[in-house]
């Protein structure tokens, strides 16, 4: 039987990476979140932010254009793509995201964990426990929302819940430039704390659909032009969802399940040691929709 080929590492670069003309990525690295930089005949827009990543940001766009940004779209509200809502409002940009974020960002800093779970988890926040609060997107939308702003168009669409309840893609139709949230990562583990995996699989086909030429991952550097990040995506979640199946039905418990997945091929990807934490949340799935 012929050997499995494990997927090749990916590249721990961080930066500013130019798409198309006006159109750049600050990549994280190493699996770090994404965040888009449009240039318009206005203001920039920005896609996602974290305010432990303001510094390299705005530096950044500061040796790419001169204006300060006028509009902020969220893909969805987790931390570490809008927890610095508040420096962007402080200057007067308008933002947009999906009803289903603003609730999940109250929800957190209610329960008291808006800050409190970043701790451990890259940059330190523990100076930010006591003061940083929620600040979620004033312009609230359903499902579609068409904006038209310095000779750009600019879609905010609900897709569904899968990485978090609002999750929402920003497309371009004119560039072909889809902006993905967390719906795609490219060579990096997802996190699925908070998602819906049935749902999730099932958004790939609907992400299929738009004819994109680019596709921006929330997480992992930039993937190839065309697809087959959506392709990529698909496959391993399929992977997972068969590996933790069938030892589901082996070791009965999903804690036991999940320590006996470990999608070897993928070994080499970002954020390997999530395997773990998301064959346990694909085991409770499975395991809730056999009992039905």
């Known amino acids: 039987m012929p ?5 090749s590492a990916p590249s721990k670069k961080s930066g500013f990476v130019k798409i198309q003309d006006g159109i750049h990525v600050y990549v994280g ?4 979140t994404n965040f888009g930089l449009i240039l318009t005949k206005e203001k920039p827009v920005v896609i ?10 705005t530096t950044g766009m500061k040796k790419i254009t001169k204006k300060q940004p006028g ?54 926040v523990e100076h930010l426990l006591k003061t940083l609060k929620v600040d979620p997107p004033k312009v609230i939308f359903e499902n579609l929302l068409t904006i038209e702003y310095g000779g ?8 569904d819940h899968c990485h978090t309840k609002g999750d929402s893609v920003i497309w371009m139709p004119k560039e072909k430039v889809l902006f993905a949230g967390d719906l795609l990562t490219y060579k990096t583990h997802p996190v699925n704390r908070l998602g819906n995996f049935h749902n999730w699989i099932s ?11 680019h596709i921006i991952p ?10 087959k990040i959506i392709q990529d995506n698909k496959k391993m979640f399929l992977k997972l969802k068969n590996d ?22 993928y070994e080499k990807w970002f954020r390997y040691p999530l395997v773990k934490a998301n064959a346990h949340k694909m085991a409770q799935e499975i395991k809730r929709k056999n009992r039905k």
């Open 3 to 7: 050997k499995k080929q494990k997927e």
């Open 152 to 159: 750009r168009i600019f879609q905010l669409i609900y897709i």
């Open 29 to 32: 690295g190493s699996g770090s």
């Open 71 to 124: 509009i902020l779209f969220n893909t969805h509200h987790n931390f570490d793509h809008t927890s610095d809502n508040g420096y962007y409002h402080k200057m007067g940009v308008m933002s947009f995201g999906n009803s289903f974020a603003v609730e999940e960002m109250y929800r957190e800093e209610n329960e008291g964990i808006w800050v409190k779970q970043m701790v451990g988890r890259g940059p330190k």
């Open 203 to 213: 958004a790939f086909k609907i992400l299929e659909e738009f004819p994109a030429k």
């Open 244 to 265: 933790t199946g069938r030892a589901l039905k082996k070791y009965t418990t999903p804690a036991k399940a999940a320590e006996n997945v470990h999608l070897r091929e």
């Open 48 to 57: 996602d932010n974290d305010i432990r990543c303001r510094k390299e940001f």
């Open 218 to 227: 929330g997480h992992g550097p930039m993937p190839p032009t065309g697809k």
